[in-house]
């Protein structure tokens, strides 16, 4: 294991769900350390310092709520960011979780180059934590992501969809500034 790549959590109870996002971070030059339910995160937490928790929403016994919960009142841990996740496309969900204290939130299934643009953005903020990332790759994402977004403001969408195409495109927009700045 390398110490000087970021460690993330990965907190899913359905086990596809828990691998797939480790291949993908872990393409993303991440270390990541797995958990299948609310309990087995909070005690990994307990023993390592992570950079970064995805923590499914919806899981049995504890939920992520929960988890979000203790995790935001617990001093030693409130500075950890938290992306949640969930297949549940609810506005309720995300405004709770994000005044709970969670970083982001994304829903299920996952597009790839909006995760990879998410956990960079979230990971790039982290003191101390280098992401070693292929310029070239990082530009044809941003690319790819702004022509996702232009096909996506053409089409008939919701208020809410809205404001999350809008989000999306300030942090794009960022990281192909991010992405300038480094140039």
Same mark, same amino acid.
């Given at each position: ?41 909070? *005690? ?11 923590? /499914? ?11 979000? *919960?203790?995790?935001?009142? /617990?001093?030693?841990?409130?500075? %950890? ?8 496309? /609810? %506005? /309720?969900?995300?405004?709770?979780? %994000? ?32 992401? $070693? ?10 690319? *790819? ?20 195409? $809008? ?17």
């Amino acid at each position: 294991m390398d110490s000087s790549l970021p460690l993330v959590l990965v907190v899913d109870d359905n086990e596809m769900n828990r691998d797939m996002l480790a291949r993908r971070l872990q393409r993303q030059n991440c270390e990541v350390v797995t958990a299948e339910n609310g309990q087995l995160a909070l *005690e990994l937490v307990g023993m390592r310092s992570f950079d970064l928790i995805l923590l /499914d929403v919806m899981m049995p016994g504890m939920s992520g709520y929960d988890v979000l *919960e203790r995790l935001k009142s /617990d001093p030693h841990l409130k500075h %950890i960011p938290v992306i949640m996740i969930s297949a549940v496309d /609810d %506005i /309720d969900s995300v405004v709770r979780c %994000i005044e709970m204290g969670a970083e982001d939130y994304l829903f299920k299934p996952f597009n790839p180059v909006l995760l990879k643009a998410r956990v960079s953005a979230v990971l790039s903020r982290r003191p101390g934590v280098r992401i $070693t990332v292929d310029r070239t790759e990082l530009a044809n994402s941003i690319s *790819e992501l702004q022509t996702l977004l232009a096909e996506l403001s053409a089409s008939n969408l919701s208020a809410h969809q809205i404001d999350t195409l $809008t989000a999306a495109q300030q942090r794009i927009q960022a990281l192909a500034e991010l992405l300038a700045q480094g140039s």
